[in-house]
């Protein structure tokens, strides 16, 4: 006769011993869901720091708003509402699109609460605004205040064509 078992190892206890109990199991459960719950709210980022990512984008593209401008020789405006944001071109005695890769009609990846944007000499805008950019080196300082899902971020001029988010 063949033995069915391994001497030592038979019988009810060692049947349940094998195993996790079902108890086991959801203490094991709970945990991941606490540990993934806590990374995901840390991984997205806060109303600020996207706030702040757009403010960036937006200051690559004043940089080269600018530089194109100089470049081609032509006035080329940036205008913006709190949902939308592009740039224009003067030719011909009129405001049309930029047709450029990079300057090209852009969003807020949701409408702002507020825009402003202050230049000297010249009274604040809100809601819409218009910044200018010339065949000059030398260009006002511009201050833009963007805000959104109560974060409010600054873009101010450094120099000539060059910008920072505060």
């Known amino acids: 006769m063949m033995p069915t078992s391994v001497p030592g190892n038979s019988g009810p206890r060692a049947a349940a011993g094998a195993g996790f109990t079902l108890l086991e199991m959801l203490v094991v459960i709970v945990i991941i869901g606490i540990v993934s719950g806590l990374v995901a709210v840390n991984a997205q980022p806060s109303p600020r720091q996207l706030l702040a990512q757009q403010a960036q984008r937006l200051v690559w593209l004043l940089q080269g708003a600018h530089d194109e401008a100089r470049l081609r020789g032509e006035l080329i405006a940036w205008e913006a509402t709190p949902q939308a944001f592009r740039f224009v071109i003067r030719e011909g005695g009129r405001w049309?699109?930029?047709?450029?890769?990079?300057l090209r009609p852009g969003n807020w990846g949701g409408p702002l609460a507020?825009?402003?944007?202050?230049?000297?000499d010249q009274p604040a805008q809100a809601g819409n605004a218009r910044v200018l950019f010339g065949r000059?080196?030398?260009?006002?300082?511009?201050?833009i205040v963007l805000q959104r899902d109560g974060a409010a971020v600054r873009i101010v001029t450094l120099a000539p064509g060059r910008y920072v988010v505060q």
């Open 96 to 102: 049309l699109p930029l047709r450029d890769d990079v």
């Open 114 to 120: 507020a825009l402003s944007v202050a230049q000297p």
């Open 136 to 143: 000059e080196a030398v260009e006002p300082t511009l201050e």
